[in-house]
T-cell receptor
Framework: DTAVSQTPKYLVTQMGNDKSIKCEQN?????MYWYKQDSKKFLKIMFS???????INETVPNRFSPKSPDKAHLNLHINSLELGDSAVYFC?????????????FGPGTRLTVT | AQSVTQLDSHVSVSEGTPVLLRCNYS??????LFWYVQHPNKGLQLLLK??????LVKGINGFEAEFKKSETSFHLTKPSAHMSDAAEYFC???????????????FGKGTKLSVKP
């Protein structure tokens, strides 16, 4: 059973389009995250979402919006896609509470904007 | 502020020889430290984590890491490299913020491990 799943695995789209990436976890965690990995493999958190509380990273453009229908799902919607949005996006989840609770990552979605 | 520095962007070893991937951290409060591995075109998998219970931490696939507070280091080692170890390795720090809330994960820039036959 896949713990954290993402769809689609690959997404190719044109500038200006709007797209969504879906994430689901079956681990019973109540905190979920979105990360962006750039072409140099650098990983940076975009959002963390704990139950009904969204924590927004200030460096993320407001074209990016997470949506969580329930605590097992956290989708990422991107408006007006730009070339610089091309990256691999990872969803993750973890238990809430202690700092040493590890995060479990999905397989990633490779977004290519042309 | 928390940060993590991986001292080598690329490490190349021969199969059967030891592996050392270096990581230094900076944290205002007691950190939790992790090593994750990313195989090509795959997601990230946890190798091991430091939780203050023991300074020498054993992980999966024969990897281990030692937390050294005096050196602010958390280097990853393996006695004998295998071809399947070739991957990108990330050192990660997470701190407890003032007031006890969890901080975000801060990733190092990664070390690419190559294993030669």
């Amino acid at each position: 059973d896949t713990a954290v799943s993402q769809t689609p695995k690959y997404l190719v789209t044109q500038m200006g389009n709007d797209k969504s990436i879906k994430c689901e976890q079956n681990l019973g965690h109540d905190t979920m995250y979105w990360y962006k990995q750039d072409s140099k493999k650098f990983l940076k958190i975009m959002f963390s979402y704990n139950n009904k509380e969204l924590i927004i990273n200030e460096t993320v453009p407001n074209r990016f919006s997470p949506k969580s229908p329930d605590k097992a799902h956290l989708n990422l919607h991107i408006n007006s896609l730009e070339l610089g949005d091309s990256a691999v996006y990872f969803c993750a989840s973890s238990r809430t509470g202690l700092a040493f609770y590890e995060q479990y990552f999905g397989p990633g979605t490779r977004l290519t904007v042309t | 502020a928390q940060s993590v520095t991986q001292l080598d962007s690329h490490v190349s070893v021969s199969e059967g020889t030891p592996v050392l991937l270096r990581c230094n951290y900076s944290s205002s409060y007691s950190p939790s430290l992790f090593w994750y591995v990313q195989h090509p075109n795959k997601g990230l998998q946890l190798l091991l984590k430091y939780t203050s219970a023991a300074t020498l931490v054993k992980g999966i696939n024969g990897f281990e890491a030692e937390f050294k507070k005096s050196e602010t280091s958390f280097h990853l080692t393996k006695p004998s490299a295998h071809m399947s170890d070739a991957a990108e390795y990330f050192c990660v720090v997470r701190s407890i913020q003032r007031g006890g809330s969890q901080g975000n994960l801060i990733f190092g820039k990664g070390t690419k491990l190559s294993v030669k036959p």
